[in-house]
């Protein structure tokens, strides 16, 4: 029986690896691929948008690559008033958050890319989106087309180009991880 539960677990092993280089081929580098958040950083987060919903009372918040939903489910279950949407481009997060947030009439799952979506009725902008390129991008997305006083938090990776609010560090097994909160403006008006 021991021997038949280290098979499976090997064989779930390889599934992700390849499902990983299948992402990152697919994405053609640009996204990262599915993590969940989890642990310190979680509640972090979790923490700021309670903190900006208490000074804002209706909101709405998107996630740019919410993977299986860990961070829009614990929101719409504590903030059942408020509307959340993530966005998701790889199918089997996609599915998974699909089916996770089926009974959250205030949570919406699209299987899209949010470069091609309006993002100017959101209040809240949540991102695990890695560096480079990809930051540069979300920058000016964010301040193109989200109000001045709203708020982004990017778990892990800066977005150089906003104008920061706060840096928050972490221990995630351990490891400092850094929480980054950002007006989405430029960083130099």
Request: glycine share 6%; aromatic share 14%.
């Given at each position: 029986?021991?021997?038949?539960f280290?098979?499976?677990?090997?064989?779930?092993?390889?599934?992700?690896?390849?499902?990983?280089?299948?992402?990152?081929?697919?994405?053609?580098?640009?996204?990262?691929?599915?993590i969940?958040?989890?642990?310190?950083?979680?509640?972090?987060?979790?923490?700021?948008?309670?903190?900006?919903?208490?000074?804002?009372?209706?909101?709405?918040?998107?996630?740019?690559?919410c993977?299986?939903?860990?961070?829009?489910?614990?929101?719409?279950?504590?903030?059942?008033?408020?509307?959340?949407?993530?966005y998701?481009?790889?199918?089997?997060?996609?599915l998974?958050?699909?089916?996770?947030?089926?009974n959250?009439?205030?949570?919406?799952i699209?299987?899209?890319?949010?470069?091609?979506?309006?993002?100017?009725?959101?209040d809240?902008?949540?991102?695990?989106?890695?560096?480079?390129?990809?930051?540069?991008?979300i920058?000016?997305?964010?301040?193109?087309?989200?109000?001045?006083?709203?708020?982004v938090?990017?778990?892990?990776?800066?977005?150089?180009?906003?104008?920061?609010?706060?840096?928050?560090?972490?221990?995630?097994?351990?490891?400092?991880?850094?929480?980054?909160l950002?007006?989405?403006?430029?960083?130099?008006m």
């Amino acid at each position: 029986m021991l021997l038949f539960f280290a098979l499976c677990l090997c064989f779930l092993a390889v599934l992700f690896n390849l499902y990983v280089i299948v992402a990152f081929i697919k994405s053609k580098g640009m996204y990262p691929p599915f993590i969940v958040s989890f642990g310190a950083h979680k509640k972090e987060v979790i923490a700021a948008v309670a903190n900006f919903i208490a000074q804002n009372k209706n909101f709405k918040t998107v996630d740019l690559g919410c993977g299986c939903g860990s961070l829009l489910i614990p929101l719409a279950k504590r903030f059942p008033e408020n509307s959340f949407v993530g966005y998701e481009w790889s199918l089997f997060p996609y599915l998974l958050a699909k089916w996770r947030t089926r009974n959250l009439r205030n949570v919406t799952i699209w299987r899209a890319d949010f470069f091609k979506a309006d993002l100017s009725a959101f209040d809240v902008a949540l991102c695990y989106l890695g560096n480079g390129k990809v930051a540069k991008m979300i920058a000016q997305k964010l301040t193109e087309e989200m109000q001045a006083d709203g708020l982004v938090i990017s778990e892990l990776f800066e977005i150089n180009g906003l104008k920061e609010r706060a840096v928050k560090t972490v221990r995630c097994f351990g490891v400092p991880v850094r929480i980054y909160l950002y007006y989405p403006v430029p960083d130099k008006m």
